[in-house]
């Protein structure tokens, strides 16, 4: 996004009017990652929410110095929907524990789910890695990251797309797995 250094210091002094242009920058993207993680519209909608809540709350906090506005609110956003995600604990037993799985296998999966997907991109070309990269482990944006890698944003997003369709055919999984398991990390 934009340099937004003059709309944190007026949400560091508490200007609701900043909260409410940092949340119009930033809250798409968001709820995009949310979304892909949570898979519920209302308990995403309930998180984006709570993440700008604890924007307002924390905002002190927020130090340019080591890192992107975004990305600290990424970082947020991520570690909240990871919190409700590990809430499993209901109330009333509705788990059918002959088909239970044991979280350490659960554990050993996603670790080799990891090491097939990290095999996988470093078969991709350095420019289709760089954009992967960029994109899905730095949490930047296409126009962020276009900008980075110095090319055009449509030959950008083509790098993406393409990276995208050379891993659905060297990674034995779905890419809404993939995308998944980008997402956890």
């Known amino acids: 996004m934009q340099d937004d250094s003059r709309l944190i210091q ?19 993207a968001i709820y995009s990652v949310i979304l892909k993680m949570i898979k519920d519209e209302g308990k995403a909608q309930n998180l984006l929410q ?3 809540m604890t ?3 924390k905002a002190d906090n927020y130090d340019a110095s ?16 990871l919190n409700v995600l ?18 350490e296998d659960d554990a050993i999966s996603i670790e080799s789910e990891y090491l ?8 991709l070309e350095a420019h289709h890695k760089e954009a ?5 482990f730095k949490g930047l944006t296409h126009k962020e990251a276009h900008q ?23 990674y034995s999984k779905t890419i809404s797995v993939l995308l998944l398991i980008l997402n956890a990390l």
């Open 10 to 28: 007026q949400l560091k002094d508490k200007d609701e009017r900043a909260l409410s242009l940092l949340y119009d920058n930033y809250s798409g």
């Open 50 to 52: 709570d993440t700008f």
């Open 55 to 57: 924007v307002w709350d």
């Open 66 to 81: 080591k890192g992107r506005f975004y990305t600290w609110v990424y970082r947020i956003a991520k570690n909240k929907t």
């Open 86 to 103: 590990r809430k499993t604990d209901p109330l009333i037993q509705t788990d059918d524990f002959s088909v239970h799985t044991n979280k």
């Open 116 to 123: 097939e997907l990290n095999g996988a991109i470093t078969t």
């Open 132 to 136: 992967i990269e960029l994109v899905y």
């Open 148 to 170: 980075e890698m110095d090319v055009p944003l449509g030959t950008f997003k083509s790098y993406v797309r393409q990276a995208l369709k050379q891993l659905r055919t060297t």
